[in-house]
């Protein structure tokens, strides 16, 4: 099956790169601009995050299609780092240990990145039974940056770190899923491959 991996597009708080976790923010108009002038992948079922900002980009990315929304899917808890930005950040001493383990310690009242990761994959693995039972050969998934990251390091072929995973607002990633596993075989744009010291979510 042909897997489509789409984040949505930019937000206020991507702009200013905040942790936008649990913030229901729409799009910019910029964003929307941007994902208009998109010829989105085909695919022959929608999922998407309940947050309005993947709701939004579904709906023009794929006007008039069903969506079937994935509660799973939501982007990570960032607990008391929601909305705040690394300048807000600097200085607090839960953000600098958060740094310093390299990004895998939970976030303070939040998720850590391996309850995060496993909320992800059990939510695929409903997409990947769902789309199977109504025969589908594709399925995109409109959701965040952090549930890209999240499935892909955990189910691509070759084997891939996190922060390999970061994608612009607007972008995605095709891939071909056998067995669980997923092949990547085009990008709307290349990837950020670096860690810039923060999750742009």
């Known amino acids: ?12 708080g991507n702009r200013e790169k905040r942790y936008v976790g649990t913030t229901d923010e729409s799009l910019t108009e910029e964003g929307r601009r941007a994902l208009e002038e998109c010829r989105a992948p085909e695919a022959d079922r929608i ?5 309005r900002r993947c709701l939004e980009t579904a709906a023009i990315l794929y006007p008039g299609r069903p969506v079937t929304v994935v509660p799973g899917l939501a982007e990570c808890l960032f607990g008391a780092f929601e909305y705040k930005n690394y300048r807000d950040l600097t200085g607090n001493p839960d953000y600098q240990r958060w740094i310093d383990s390299g990004g895998t310690i939970g976030f303070p009242g939040g998720e850590s990145r391996e309850a995060f990761q496993q909320r ?3 939510a695929f693995r409903w997409v990947l039974q769902d789309a199977r039972q109504a025969e589908s050969r594709s399925a995109a998934l409109v959701v965040h940056g952090g549930t ?6 955990a189910l691509s072929v070759p084997p891939s770190s996190y922060y390999d995973w970061q994608l612009g607002n607007g972008c995605w990633v095709e891939a071909e899923e056998q067995d669980g596993r997923l092949y990547a075989r085009a990008f709307q744009e290349n990837l950020h491959a670096r860690w810039r010291g923060h999750h742009q979510p």
């Open 1 to 12: 099956m042909k897997i489509v991996l789409v984040r949505h597009g930019e937000t206020p």
């Open 47 to 51: 999922y998407a995050s309940p947050r």
């Open 120 to 122: 992800c994959l059990e």
């Open 148 to 153: 890209i990251m999240a499935l892909m390091s």
